[in-house]
């Protein structure tokens, strides 16, 4: 293969191979929309349960997260959206929802919606796929979310680490290595997929060929058996079992009739298929 052939299957590779992880991350995010959207309501009740005093102030982040998914989801389903988008979207709404949650909860609730922030952190890191470059975006974006509480949080910063602040920074650093280590491993995936497709492609055309050819030939060998129905017109009883074990046998009658003799032969070349068939012509 030269040099401009390798490139052009190298480059169809990677087309191929970044369509095939675009179908599939545009699937998982459309799921992540889709089931995300009902989350927001529940965590409503989660508001009110753990932060009642600030559940009012809350709840238009909560709904206006679940009517934004939703139409993320609608989007994506009629590709109207890029499954980039869409993950950015969801990303910066979140962190934008949760630095405004720290800002005003109180100082009993801030772990349990710290416990909530890894969750969700997690959740998006592993799902979600992000190059290095987005990963250190949403990585800076975490640290503004920190950011917002250090300037406008109700209590000293040191309260929001040692309430599980610190843990949810150890955690992202964490998860953010495991994203780009799936992000490879994905790129890998999709190639191999994509290079095993291809061969299993030219495989399938390589088979369709020689089965084209191999039936010809047996067209053409069985053109060349004689007709032995003469043998009826002269009432002798007969009958003709010839059933290949390949497509083109090596097996094969003859009949011939000369005046009042009459030449009957059945021979057996030795193999199968193709190297018998040859033996057969000869």
């Known amino acids: 293969m030269n040099n401009v052939s390798v490139k052009n299957t190298i480059g169809f590779t990677e087309l191929k191979a970044q369509e095939y992880i675009s179908n599939l991350i545009k699937k998982t995010t459309y799921i992540v929309a889709m089931a995300g959207s009902p989350i927001w309501l529940i965590y409503i009740g989660f508001d009110f349960l753990f932060a009642r005093g600030q559940a009012i102030q809350i709840l238009p982040f909560r709904i206006i997260g679940f009517i934004s998914f939703i139409g993320l989801a609608f ?104 994203a780009y280590g799936n992000y490879n491993i994905r790129h890998k995936k999709a190639k191999t997929d994509v290079l095993l497709e291809l061969k299993n492609e030219e495989v399938l055309k390589k088979n369709q060929e020689i089965m084209e050819s191999l039936q010809y030939a047996k067209r ?14 002269k009432k002798i009883d007969y009958f003709v079992l010839y059933k290949p074990k390949e497509v083109v046998s090596g097996d094969f009658y003859w009949y011939y009739s000369e ?24």
């Open 220 to 233: 053409i060998q069985e053109s060349i058996l004689p007709d032995i129905e003469v043998l009826s017109e």
């Open 75 to 178: 989007l994506l389903k009629k590709n109207k959206l890029s499954y980039q988008f869409a993950q950015n979207y969801m990303f910066s709404f979140v962190i934008i929802s949760l630095s405004y949650m720290f800002a005003i909860v109180d100082g009993n609730s801030i772990s349990i919606y710290f416990t909530g922030y890894i969750m969700v952190m997690c959740i998006i890191y592993q799902v979600f796929h992000l190059s290095m470059k987005e990963i250190l975006i949403y990585d800076l974006l975490v640290v503004m979310s920190f950011s917002v509480m250090w300037l406008f949080g109700r209590y000293e910063f040191m309260t929001y680490l040692a309430n599980g602040g610190f843990v949810t920074l150890c955690v992202v650093l964490l998860i953010s290595f495991i």
């Open 259 to 282: 005046e009042k003799i009459d030449f009957l032969a059945v021979a057996d070349c030795t193999g199968h298929g193709v190297p018998s068939n040859v033996k057969f012509f000869f």
